[in-house]
């Protein structure tokens, strides 16, 4: 078919395949269970001693609840020691943004973007040494829960940063196409 040189220069195809992934970390899709009253998403189940049946040696320490208001963006922090499991509330979908620093990592400088939340029930586990971030790019203020293997400690903090934009301010807008 012919298309006008005025558009056919502008038209590009729309990527769907399978993004590139980071080594260890992985997305968890969860189930919910619909019903007249409500739903409910089993989020993690744990053998008797607080260990992950769904990530081999993932041992639950500590549960933390955040809020991120519309626009926000909560962007570079890595850890050392402390491995992540996100849950993103159904009722907002945020923008997750993922960057290898492991020196011995087959995928050293590797990033995602993904999308969580929204009515997508996912976990998503985060092992150390990925700088990981978060941007709300909706109206309405998002939530997610962090499941930890590491209790925080404000005199010894696992919380290291990096400026937001160290990846460039675009890595955190809306990417169309």
Request: aromatic share 10%.
């Amino acid at each position: 078919m012919e298309i006008s040189p005025k558009f056919s220069k502008s038209i590009y195809k729309q990527e769907y395949a399978k993004k590139s992934a980071i080594d260890g970390v992985i997305v968890i899709d969860l189930i919910d269970i619909v019903s007249e009253e409500g739903s409910l998403v089993e989020l993690l189940r744990l053998d008797g001693k607080g260990v992950s049946q769904v990530i081999p040696g993932f041992r639950l320490l500590q549960i933390n609840y955040s809020m991120l208001f519309p626009g926000g963006v909560k962007a570079w922090h890595v850890h050392y020691k402390q491995d992540d499991l996100w849950y993103v509330t159904n009722s907002t979908p945020l923008v997750i943004g993922l960057v290898d620093l492991r020196m011995k990592s087959p995928t050293l400088n590797a990033t995602m973007r993904l999308v969580l939340g929204g009515g997508h029930s996912k976990l998503l586990y985060i092992p150390r040494g990925i700088a990981h971030g978060v941007a709300n790019l909706s109206s309405k203020t998002g939530e997610i829960i962090y499941l930890l293997n590491q209790h925080f400690s404000v005199e010894n903090t696992d919380e290291n940063r990096l400026p937001w934009d160290f990846f460039g301010k675009d890595f955190w807008e809306v990417q169309k196409g």
